[in-house]
């Protein structure tokens, strides 16, 4: 299954400000503040914001989406049920 850039849209809002925070932190080590560092940064950040998203939405998005689903999915279920005894009783 493939993922989208609609799928990983919130987890990618979720780390963003981590991801370039520490990406921008190790930038500042390595070369001296100004406007190549701050291409660097945007080269670099855009698609590890993006891969670290995708990795959280593969990771803990969508098994927390299936898990919340089955639940509910188990809910009405058991609600269905309980009518079902009351009409036949």
Known sequence: MSVTVGDISYATYLVHVLVLSAIGRLLELMISPGIGATCVLVLVGIPAVNFVGALVYR???????????????????????????????
């Not at 689903?69 to 009351?86: E, Y």
């Open 59 to 89: 990771l803990f998005e969508r098994p927390s989406i299936a898990i919340l689903n089955d639940t509910q999915r188990a809910f009405l279920i058991g609600v269905a049920l309980k009518v079902r005894r009351r009409r036949a009783a």
